[in-house]
């Protein structure tokens, strides 16, 4: 079983920046991929972000390209993703995910643990 815990959410404003966590616990944190989705009001769940255990090598959303970064800090069994340059449409509750697999995928099925949630919201 893998746990996973995101914080770092929260009101902010078009420019701002913010920092997302998700804290691990339960299996070997540096034997699976990680990823973070987000879901917006009306819309489907996509994908953000995701960082290989093997290779730690990151990868992104065409819309968050250039503002969002992941990384992982495997002695604290953590996730991270850097939000800059926030925009309107970045407003949403953003999911923490594991890949228990590494299968280096996008796809939300792929990832077997999910985390809770945690509300971003984006005003002008």
């Known amino acids: 079983q893998v746990q996973l815990v995101e914080s770092g959410g929260g009101l902010v404003q078009a420019g701002d920046s913010l920092r997302l966590s998700c804290a691990a616990s339960?299996?070997?944190?540096?034997?699976?991929?990680m990823g973070w989705f987000r879901q917006a009001p009306g819309k489907e769940r996509e994908f953000v972000a995701a960082i290989r255990w093997s290779s730690g090598s990151p990868y992104y959303a065409d819309s968050v390209k250039g503002r969002f970064t992941i990384s992982r800090d495997n002695a604290k069994n953590t996730v991270y993703l850097q939000m800059n340059s926030l925009k309107l449409e970045d407003t949403a509750v953003y999911y923490c995910?594991?890949?228990?697999w590494g299968s280096g995928s996008s796809r939300w099925l792929a990832y077997e643990y999910r985390g809770q949630g945690t509300q971003v919201t984006v005003s002008s």
């Open positions: 339960g299996r070997t944190f540096t034997s699976y991929d």
């Open positions: 995910a594991a890949d228990l």
